[in-house]
């Protein structure tokens, strides 16, 4: 008798555990470019996309996670969000999206300000991706490259 009444209250706390658990954010439908981290190789700003050359003077990076969550640095801050996308097509493109979680800027002066505020924008301005051999871009809802990233890790 004893060990069903245990019996019983573990099951209903793993039961009660189960259902109060937080939801999570649905994977995207297309995982291909999960996992690797990602270097930023190109930034766009109004007055132009900037390409940049990774390692020497741009240290932003992301990893989009399969569960439809990404991590990021701009070299200063580190912020997190989600994203979506749909399948890739025959050229190489998805829709997508990109939602940054709000964040405080580490960033130490005016120009690295600016920067992690181009950088947020062009997040959220992406409409799709254009999957490369050993890189992405963003596209904005005009076809517009906002940012480009390139691999860190092509053995994968």
Known sequence: MFRSVITAVVFS??????????????APAETSIAGPVWMLAGYA????????EPGHG?????VLKAD?????????????????????KSDNTASASF???PFRSQAGNDAAEQFEQDLIRSFRATR???RGPAGIRFLNGS??????????????
């Open 68 to 88: 439809g969550t990404f991590e990021a640095t701009s070299g200063w801050s580190v912020f997190s969000g989600t994203w979506k996308t749909g399948r890739f």
């Open 13 to 26: 706390v793993i039961v009660a555990g189960c259902a109060t658990a937080p939801e999570r954010t649905a």
């Open 128 to 130: 799709s991706i254009q």
């Open 99 to 101: 939602s940054p979680s």
């Open 143 to 156: 076809g517009s490259p906002v940012l480009d990233f390139i691999t860190m890790n092509p053995a994968r």
């Open 58 to 62: 741009s240290t932003a990076k992301i």
């Open 45 to 52: 700003r109004e007055s132009g996309f900037i390409p940049l």
